[in-house]
């Protein structure tokens, strides 16, 4: 009786989360895999046990929760949550005279249940959004860092993973498996215009004298940059060129800025740097140094050139600005509770790092608001709720021509910022802002007005 308490008490969380234990799963032949959940209570995986014993992972939203949800097969392996919380998921915080009994019954415990910060409901919408794209969409809490939904796409069923593994594995054209939400690496198109913007800000104190009389497009260094269909814009200040999008104002203020500077802003905004995340993740990159060109600069300063990111590290750019300038750690599980409810441990939102000043936060909100109010996002203005945001175009070419990107990030209430919302749509081959913007305010209706 001794040996049993020790085993199941002391040592079974060491045993589980030990890196040095080469079957992470040992102690499952003594504990049923636990269930995962929404904030709700809706079950997102959870183990089947039948009559004989035998136990079958279950998902029962399907593709909807792929990525982040992940699988758990003792062939495949594990990903998303199922591999992080492993060692909650087996271990078990069942009350202990029920536990003492199933051992001496020779019988299993249930393992303990993760309460994950997702909306099932949130989650559905923003699946329904994609449809069939390729790209991802993520959707978290700015003031909390909870992330209510992450989607990505092309996506599978893992409940069919087994059977589907070397197909999954081998589709290179459509990588499923593959988080895009997360290890998605894009030029970031127009939405880099906040960085560029923030840095003139941080160079210049008397920005809001910023003048600039766009022609439809802007040479230097032997490099011609065109705005949108060579739209004339006319005179523009920082607050318009940003809600106009205008390539040929932010080339221009690329070439006026400083090398080393842009890139420590940059990198205060977490580019070259690790990532607040337990999932796997790509490290966005930002090249330009003291050697960069003038052409570099312009491509750069608009969104091109050899700038990276993952949809997610945009959402946590847009989460600080609506925050104040401080980023809040993005977390997923709420708390971990005993398979009947009874709560183990819980997750409090913290600060992660301040990345930008309120005021430098509060300018920029006051331009991506603009972009809703009179700019590229309109579609978003005039709705019960407020938006703020900045749409994207981010060029590349394929073997049948140039496509596009598109993007979109921004965040609802703006007043009091609720929802934070980041969507890239990959291959698009018509105007690419308009591609983002309507699927980034399907998946907001779905959350107002249902």
């Not at 799963?25 to 504990?31: G, L, P, V």
């Not at 090249?287 to 997610?312: C, D, F, H, R, W």
């Not at 819980?346 to 006051?366: C, F, G, I, R």
Request: aromatic share 10%.
């Amino acid at each position: 009786m001794a040996y049993i308490v020790y085993f199941n008490i002391v040592r079974a969380k060491t045993i589980v989360n030990s890196p040095y234990n080469e079957r992470q799963d040992a102690f499952a032949d003594r504990i049923i895999r636990g269930s995962i959940v929404d904030k709700k209570g809706n079950v997102l995986a959870e183990t089947q046990v039948g009559e004989d014993g035998s136990e079958l992972r279950s998902y029962p939203y399907g593709a909807a929760f792929a990525h982040v949800v992940g699988f758990s097969y003792p062939s495949t392996g594990k990903c998303g949550l199922e591999s992080i919380e492993n060692f909650n998921l087996l271990t078990t915080d069942s009350f202990f005279v029920e536990k003492l009994m199933n051992e001496f019954k020779d019988e299993k415990n249930m393992g303990d249940t993760v309460v994950t910060t997702l909306d099932a409901d949130l989650q559905q919408a923003a699946y329904n959004a994609l449809g069939d794209n390729k790209g991802a969409i993520v959707v978290m809490e700015p003031g909390t860092g909870k992330i209510l939904a992450m989607v990505s796409g092309p996506t599978f069923d893992p409940n069919s993973v087994e059977a589907n593994w070397d197909a999954l594995n081998a589709d290179d054209s459509n990588s499923p498996l593959l988080n895009r939400a997360t290890q998605g690496q894009y030029a970031p198109g127009s939405t880099f215009k906040v960085v560029t913007a923030l840095e003139y800000m941080r160079e210049h104190s008397d920005y809001a004298n910023y003048s600039y009389d766009c022609a439809g497009e802007i040479t230097a260094d032997g490099t011609t940059i065109h705005c949108f269909d060579s739209t004339v814009h006319g005179l523009e200040d920082l607050r318009s060129s940003m809600a106009n999008s205008c390539n040929s104002s932010f080339a221009n203020i690329g070439l006026s800025l400083n090398k080393t500077e842009y890139r420590k802003t940059a990198e205060d905004l977490l580019f070259n740097k690790k990532l607040p995340s337990v999932l796997d993740y790509s490290k966005s990159s930002f090249k330009i140094n003291e050697k960069s060109t003038g052409a570099e600069m312009m491509m750069t300063a608009m969104g091109q050139g050899e700038t990276l990111v993952s949809p997610y590290h945009m959402a946590l750019i847009t989460s600080a600005i609506a925050n104040g300038g401080t980023l809040m750690e993005p977390y997923l599980v709420e708390k971990v509770t005993n398979y009947s409810g009874a709560e183990v441990r819980k997750n409090v939102p913290k600060s992660y790092k301040k990345l930008m000043t309120s005021d430098e936060a509060a300018q920029l909100k006051d331009y991506m608001k603009a972009v809703v109010d009179e700019g590229t996002a309109t579609m978003l203005s005039g709705q019960s709720y407020t938006a703020a945001g900045k749409t994207g175009t981010a060029e590349y070419s394929m073997d049948d021509g140039e496509k596009t990107h598109s993007w979109f990030m921004g965040f609802t209430n703006v007043d009091n910022p609720e929802l934070v919302i980041s969507v890239i749509i990959e291959g698009y081959d018509g105007n690419a802002g308009a591609k983002a913007v309507p699927i980034a305010k399907q998946v907001l209706d779905a959350y107002y007005y249902q």
